[in-house]
């Protein structure tokens, strides 16, 4: 197996620290697109961006009525919060990944008229979809301290690493499926698919001692992992560190992977879409 010389390694790392100082030097624009992006969406409504959380609000009571009779939940209070706050997040992890697929496909234009390094794209998306969790987030979080009344002060004592993770999560994993859906099409009807059976495999209605012998099927499942940090830390206000620093060095080591495999595609990406 060859190794790379220490020159090649030195080249590589210029280029993702040039890719990270290029995407800092951009900051105000991909925030000021993504911000009006949000405000374009709810222009001329009455309630505006509350309609992100009202929408989650009521899929909670919904399904926490449906589910909490189905599984004949002793401690309603207690599920509620569970099923709002893990349907909140799986939300933001799921829209995320579902609207990378053909991101640089919507941004075409953009891409063949103009010298931007893709990463504006991938950063445009990604505050976009920060900012529509954190609406979500905040409403979802005040209406459930109703029924646990600790939940904003565990978001600040213990909840930041785990929320730190979901945001880094957010940025590098959608950012490889980009480039896959760039490459390969299937993954537009793929990624769907495969979203609408990892959230019924993930325990989000239910709790994970429901799957029985099939537990070990959360164990492994990714999204799942990122989840399950926040949702442990904001309703038991305790910080699970072991976890939180692998998912964390995981989150580097993606970052890294990502950032690196975009240097490589920028010059085909034009010629893929």
Same mark, same amino acid.
């Given at each position: 197996?060859? +190794?790379?010389?220490?020159?090649?390694?030195?080249?590589?790392?210029?280029?993702?620290?040039?890719?990270?100082?290029?995407?800092?030097?951009?900051?105000?624009?991909?925030?000021?697109?993504?911000?009006?992006?949000?405000?374009? /969406?709810?222009? /001329?409504?009455?309630? &505006?961006?509350?309609?992100? &959380?009202?929408?989650? %609000?009521?899929?909670?009571?919904?399904?926490?009525?449906?589910?909490?009779?189905?599984?004949?939940?002793?401690?309603?209070?207690?599920?509620?919060?569970? %099923?709002?706050?893990?349907?909140?997040?799986?939300?933001?992890?799921?829209?995320?990944?579902?609207?990378?697929?053909?991101?640089?496909?919507?941004?075409?234009?953009?891409?063949? *008229?103009?010298?931007? $390094?893709?990463?504006?794209?991938?950063?445009?998306?990604?505050?976009?979809?920060?900012?529509?969790?954190?609406?979500?987030?905040?409403?979802?979080?005040?209406? @459930?301290?109703?029924?646990?009344? *600790?939940?904003?002060?565990?978001?600040?004592?213990?909840?930041?690493?785990?929320?730190? $993770?979901?945001? @880094?999560? =957010?940025?590098?994993?959608?950012?490889?499926?980009?480039? %896959?859906?760039?490459?390969?099409? #299937?993954?537009?009807?793929?990624?769907?698919?495969?979203? +609408?059976?990892?959230?019924? =495999?993930?325990?989000?209605?239910? /709790?994970? #001692?429901?799957?029985?012998?099939?537990?070990?099927?959360?164990?492994?499942?990714?999204?799942?992992?990122?989840?399950?940090?926040?949702?442990?830390?904001?309703?038991? &206000?305790?910080?699970?560190?072991?976890?939180?620093?692998?998912?964390?060095?995981?989150? &580097?080591?993606?970052?890294?992977?990502?950032?690196?495999?975009?240097? /490589?595609?920028?010059? $085909?990406?034009?010629?893929?879409?």
């Amino acid at each position: 197996m060859i +190794q790379p010389s220490p020159h090649s390694r030195q080249i590589l790392r210029a280029t993702l620290f040039s890719t990270l100082k290029e995407a800092w030097r951009m900051r105000r624009a991909w925030w000021f697109t993504a911000t009006a992006r949000t405000q374009a /969406r709810f222009a /001329r409504t009455f309630f &505006g961006s509350f309609w992100l &959380g009202l929408s989650n %609000l009521l899929s909670i009571a919904v399904l926490a009525l449906v589910y909490g009779t189905v599984f004949n939940v002793q401690d309603f209070s207690t599920y509620v919060v569970y %099923l709002g706050i893990g349907l909140v997040v799986w939300n933001g992890i799921s829209s995320s990944i579902a609207s990378s697929p053909n991101l640089f496909e919507h941004n075409h234009a953009q891409v063949h *008229n103009t010298n931007l $390094n893709p990463i504006f794209y991938v950063l445009e998306e990604w505050a976009f979809q920060v900012q529509t969790f954190l609406q979500s987030f905040v409403l979802v979080l005040l209406a @459930l301290s109703y029924f646990q009344h *600790n939940l904003l002060l565990n978001l600040l004592v213990c909840a930041w690493l785990p929320l730190l $993770n979901l945001f @880094l999560f =957010l940025l590098w994993a959608p950012m490889i499926v980009c480039l %896959l859906g760039a490459r390969y099409r #299937d993954f537009y009807q793929l990624v769907p698919i495969v979203l +609408q059976l990892v959230f019924l =495999l993930s325990p989000i209605l239910y /709790r994970k #001692d429901n799957l029985g012998s099939m537990a070990w099927t959360a164990n492994l499942n990714p999204l799942y992992r990122v989840l399950s940090p926040l949702r442990h830390s904001l309703m038991t &206000g305790e910080l699970q560190w072991p976890i939180c620093l692998l998912l964390l060095m995981i989150n &580097g080591v993606g970052i890294c992977v990502a950032l690196r495999w975009l240097n /490589r595609e920028r010059p $085909n990406i034009p010629f893929l879409i």
